[in-house]
């Protein structure tokens, strides 16, 4: 189903400036969650690097995400949108009448829209409150004791969002860029995002203190001026260690 079809005509740019606005918002989140855990999983190597700076950009990243779970999943009022709301929009305002029930069928059958899910839901919603009016939002330590945040929420959040959006997608992709994605198809940008973390978090661990020099080959088809700054790079990376 095209949304062209099944969405009002007066709608389709209403739906369409929120359908990306989410499917960024998701991206974004999948990128922060995959550092996040990455960050986690490599944090015990033992190898005298930078954790500081490691350990800052964990926690602003972790900050960070929270905000957006909470925009995404929790926000309300008159000026905000999240993709509950946005859900109930598509559904009932956005939709052709001959497609609506088709729709809701399909919507209420995802996780997201189970009764025991949607205990836990509002178990979040109340954590995240606490965290983000308390601690990240006006910056003060009186969020409350009982409001706990673990990455399996987030990462699962997401996920269900993820699952939402794509039941919520009707063929998006021609309002899409290339270097968009298609807007529907998260799973190469979780593979993707896996992969970049990692290599990224590896990349910091040069910073050991038991590496006295770093050297690089630079391949030979490396234009000049590049090759330039990427020697200017490695010597001021060595000249840390002197």
Known sequence: MNYKDIILEQHIEDYKEQHKIFYHTLSS???DMTFLQTASDLQNWEIHHDF??????HRNVFENLIIK?????FDHGNSSTNILSFKNKVIGLFLREEYRQLVKDKVTQLPIESKDF???????????NSIR???IGHRLLNASDDAVVDLKDVKQLVEYGCEL????????????????????????EIETTKSL??????HSFLTSSYITKIEC???????KDIRERLEEIIQELNAFRD
């Open 29 to 31: 989140m999948i990128y």
């Open 52 to 57: 500081i700076t490691l350990k800052m950009l």
């Open 69 to 73: 779970v909470y925009r995404c999943f």
């Open 118 to 128: 949607k205990v836990r839901f509002e178990e979040l919603r109340n954590n995240y």
């Open 133 to 135: 009016n308390g601690y």
């Open 165 to 188: 959006l794509q039941a919520l997608s009707f063929e998006p992709g021609d309002f899409y860029s290339f270097t968009e994605g298609d807007g529907v198809d998260f799973s190469k």
């Open 197 to 202: 973390s990692r290599k990224f978090i590896m």
């Open 217 to 223: 080959e630079i391949d030979e088809l490396c234009p």
